[in-house]
Nanobody, 122 residues
């Protein structure tokens, strides 16, 4: 199983970025997908999640209204559209796939990507 994040980079506060996570090695359409992030010197935390069919999304309060998670099961890819970025969004972002449990906890996920750096300058 392989998860590859892309789309990270440096952006000014107020700007936008879209992260992608391409998944291979499993039946992607059967799995929920989550995004987590780890700010410098801090623990990894939940950002957003989407169920296997895209019917339900969950967001951390800190990103509600600014971030949107979506998926394309025909491409085995999940996206995280990030708008109105703030300096506190600076972190390494990880995607993960799983098929059970509470989606806003990392215990729900079995496979993880290597992470993508997002840096927001103020």
């Amino acid at each position: 199983v392989q998860l590859v994040e892309s789309g990270g980079g440096l952006v000014q506060a107020g700007g936008s970025l879209t992260l992608s996570c391409a998944v291979s090695g499993l039946k992607f359409r059967m799995y929920a997908v989550g995004w987590f992030r780890q700010p410098p010197g801090k623990a990894r935390v939940f950002v957003a999640a989407i169920t296997w069919n895209g019917g339900r999304q969950e967001y951390a309060d800190s990103v509600k209204g600014r971030f949107t998670i979506s998926r394309d099961n025909t491409k085995s890819t999940v996206y995280l559209q990030m708008n109105n970025l703030k300096s506190e969004d600076t972190a390494v972002y990880y995607c993960a796939v799983g098929n059970g449990g509470t989606l806003n906890t990392d215990r729900a996920y079995d496979y993880w990507g290597q992470g993508a750096q997002v840096t927001v300058s103020s």
